[in-house]
């Protein structure tokens, strides 16, 4: 399946922004989706994941409360919605997607495919 992010941008602290992921290639509804990021100088961090169906959402706990994932199975898509942004939201946001069962969502090596990045730049 390819993924493609966009969305990104720069935006204010406290402000908001939404990220989505467009999926093709393969039966979108067929896989688990997440988010990642990664600041500058810092390891990719896991921030959600949603299950094939639409539910079971899971969040870290830096962005519990402020962002939200939601997909639409019949337009291939994944979101996050983003609020409050601190400064230390500032990296690139990465989506991607995975067919396995049984695995720990927050570690990005059980996801096989992943879009290019989206920069989310948030000024103090």
């Known amino acids: 399946v390819q993924l493609q992010a966009f969305g990104g941008g720069l935006v204010q602290a406290g402000g908001s922004l939404r990220l989505s992921c467009a999926a093709s290639?393969?039966?979108?509804?067929?896989?688990?989706m997440g988010w990642f990021r990664q600041a500058p100088g810092k390891e990719r961090e896991f921030i959600t994941g949603?299950?094939?169906?639409?539910?079971?959402?899971l969040y870290a706990d830096s962005v519990m409360g402020r962002f939200t994932i939601s997909r639409d199975n019949a337009k291939n898509t994944v979101s996050l919605q983003m609020t409050s942004l601190k400064p230390e939201d500032t990296a690139v946001y990465y989506c991607?997607?995975?067919?396995?069962?049984?695995?720990?969502?927050?570690?990005?090596?059980?996801?096989?495919?992943w879009g290019q990045g989206t920069e989310v730049t948030v000024s103090s």
């Open positions: 290639g393969r039966t979108f509804s067929n896989y688990d």
């Open positions: 991607a997607a995975t067919s396995r069962r049984m695995y720990d969502r927050r570690l990005g090596n059980n996801y096989d495919y």
């Open positions: 949603i299950s094939r169906s639409g539910g079971s959402p």
